[in-house]
């Protein structure tokens, strides 16, 4: 019968284990087993892979309908949003802002996207793709705004537009926030 992968690799697989501290001189990891238990593990390389955290916007208030995208459950919560039929802003038009664009405007939402570079996805992609996608964006109906900073989400409890630098305003039900820090 054939191995699990893992097995194959014979790798020390520790699931639901957290990694709490690296002490780089020493070369020790202090893993966080559970109910109270402490392991140290030395190493002689280590590679950090923790991933990559949402970024949000400096001073963000605390407004009901800015959602950041990176679990399930987050998803799960904009999609139950996005039934409300609500105008969205996305800012940001990387992948993930890219994405949340084209599916918002696959449900027939009005959508606009905030970007301050001069093309989406130029990380990814260079500006001279990017603008291909901008143009396909534009093509399904986005309101894809480029070279543009984002000032301030406002609104009271709930948000209720998004100020650009330039003092003009974005109405807005929901704001996604596509970016992500790595940590
Ligand atoms: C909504 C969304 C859609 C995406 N779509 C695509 C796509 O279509 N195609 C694509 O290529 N990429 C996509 N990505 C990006 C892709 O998910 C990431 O690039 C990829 O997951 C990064 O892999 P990673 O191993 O660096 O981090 P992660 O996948 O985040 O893995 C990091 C792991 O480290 C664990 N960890 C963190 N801290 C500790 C600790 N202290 N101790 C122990 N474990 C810890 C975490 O639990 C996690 O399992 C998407 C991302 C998002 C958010």
Redesign the pocket.
Known sequence: MRRAPYDELELDLRLG????ALDAGAKVLT??LGAGTREELAFDGALL????T?RTLPDTPDLDGIFV???ID??LDLRARLDDHPRVVVIGAG??GS?VAATCRGRGLQVTVLEALRAPLVRGLGETLGMVCGELHRDHGVDLRLGVGVAAIEGDGKVERVRLDDGSTVDADVVVVGW?W??
């Open positions: 284990v957290r990694a709490t893993l966080d892979a923790t991933g990559a949402p995208l990176r679990t987050d998803a992948f993930i994405e992500v790595y940590r």
